[in-house]
Protein backbone atom coordinates (compact mmCIF):
# COMPACT_ATOMS: atom_id res chain seq x y z
CA UNK A 1 0.00 0.00 0.00
CA UNK A 2 1.84 3.16 -1.24
CA UNK A 3 1.67 6.56 0.22
CA UNK A 4 1.70 8.55 -3.19
CA UNK A 5 4.08 10.17 -5.29
CA UNK A 6 5.85 13.46 -5.44
CA UNK A 7 3.70 16.40 -4.77
CA UNK A 8 2.72 18.35 -7.52
CA UNK A 9 2.87 21.83 -5.42
CA UNK A 10 5.57 23.94 -7.52
CA UNK A 11 8.46 24.69 -5.03
CA UNK A 12 8.21 28.16 -3.30
CA UNK A 13 11.19 29.59 -5.27
CA UNK A 14 9.54 29.06 -8.46
CA UNK A 15 8.01 31.91 -10.40
CA UNK A 16 4.48 30.38 -11.39
CA UNK A 17 3.72 31.59 -14.64
CA UNK A 18 0.54 33.36 -15.10
CA UNK A 19 -2.60 31.30 -14.80
CA UNK A 20 -5.11 32.33 -17.83
CA UNK A 21 -7.17 35.23 -16.64
CA UNK A 22 -5.92 35.81 -13.08
CA UNK A 23 -4.09 38.55 -12.05
CA UNK A 24 -0.94 38.40 -10.68
CA UNK A 25 -1.89 39.35 -7.25
CA UNK A 26 -4.54 37.16 -7.01
CA UNK A 27 -2.09 34.55 -6.95
CA UNK A 28 0.65 35.79 -5.06
CA UNK A 29 1.49 37.77 -1.80
CA UNK A 30 2.30 41.47 -2.94
CA UNK A 31 1.48 43.23 0.38
CA UNK A 32 4.36 45.47 1.35
CA UNK A 33 5.63 46.00 -2.57
CA UNK A 34 5.96 49.37 -3.58
CA UNK A 35 4.54 49.10 -6.64
CA UNK A 36 0.82 49.73 -7.53
CA UNK A 37 -1.06 46.57 -8.76
CA UNK A 38 -1.75 47.80 -12.17
CA UNK A 39 2.04 47.57 -12.47
CA UNK A 40 2.87 44.18 -10.94
CA UNK A 41 -0.32 42.59 -13.09
CA UNK A 42 1.06 44.34 -16.69
CA UNK A 43 4.29 42.89 -16.26
CA UNK A 44 2.51 38.99 -15.48
CA UNK A 45 0.32 39.84 -18.72
CA UNK A 46 3.43 41.19 -20.55
CA UNK A 47 6.06 38.36 -20.09
CA UNK A 48 3.66 35.57 -18.78
CA UNK A 49 5.61 35.34 -15.86
CA UNK A 50 4.14 36.86 -12.28
CA UNK A 51 7.04 39.46 -10.84
CA UNK A 52 9.21 38.50 -7.58
CA UNK A 53 7.28 40.27 -4.68
CA UNK A 54 9.76 43.43 -3.61
CA UNK A 55 10.10 44.22 -0.11
CA UNK A 56 8.74 47.90 0.66
CA UNK A 57 10.85 50.18 2.89
CA UNK A 58 10.01 48.66 6.56
CA UNK A 59 10.94 52.72 8.15
CA UNK A 60 8.29 54.30 5.35
CA UNK A 61 4.56 55.25 6.03
CA UNK A 62 2.57 55.36 9.21
CA UNK A 63 1.19 52.21 10.56
CA UNK A 64 -3.00 52.16 9.90
CA UNK A 65 -5.47 52.85 11.81
CA UNK A 66 -8.24 50.08 12.30
CA UNK A 67 -11.59 50.95 11.41
CA UNK A 68 -9.61 54.51 9.71
CA UNK A 69 -8.86 55.33 6.00
CA UNK A 70 -5.03 56.58 4.88
CA UNK A 71 -6.33 59.47 3.34
CA UNK A 72 -8.62 60.12 6.94
CA UNK A 73 -5.50 59.30 8.94
CA UNK A 74 -2.70 61.96 6.89
CA UNK A 75 -3.24 64.71 4.62
CA UNK A 76 -2.58 63.28 1.60
CA UNK A 77 -3.48 67.20 -0.77
CA UNK A 78 -1.34 67.55 -3.22
CA UNK A 79 -0.50 63.64 -3.96
CA UNK A 80 -0.76 62.67 -7.18
CA UNK A 81 -2.57 58.94 -6.24
CA UNK A 82 -6.23 58.32 -6.36
CA UNK A 83 -7.54 58.19 -2.67
CA UNK A 84 -8.32 54.74 -3.70
CA UNK A 85 -4.90 53.64 -4.51
CA UNK A 86 -4.09 55.05 -1.12
CA UNK A 87 -6.40 53.20 0.98
CA UNK A 88 -5.76 50.12 -1.09
CA UNK A 89 -2.15 50.11 0.11
CA UNK A 90 -2.72 50.62 3.84
CA UNK A 91 -5.74 48.05 3.59
CA UNK A 92 -3.43 45.91 2.23
CA UNK A 93 -0.12 46.06 4.12
CA UNK A 94 -1.45 47.53 7.58
CA UNK A 95 0.67 50.90 6.85
CA UNK A 96 -0.56 53.96 5.14
CA UNK A 97 2.28 55.22 2.29
CA UNK A 98 4.56 58.03 3.05
CA UNK A 99 2.96 60.85 1.09
CA UNK A 100 4.58 61.39 -2.18
CA UNK A 101 5.15 64.89 -3.61
CA UNK A 102 3.76 65.77 -7.54
Given at each position: TGTGGASSQPPAESKPDQGAGEKCTDRLDYAGDPRP?????SIGADTGTCPEPQPGTPS??????DGVKCTDQLNYA?????????????????????????
Open positions: NAEINSGTPKEGDPRPNAEINSIGEETGTCPPVQDK
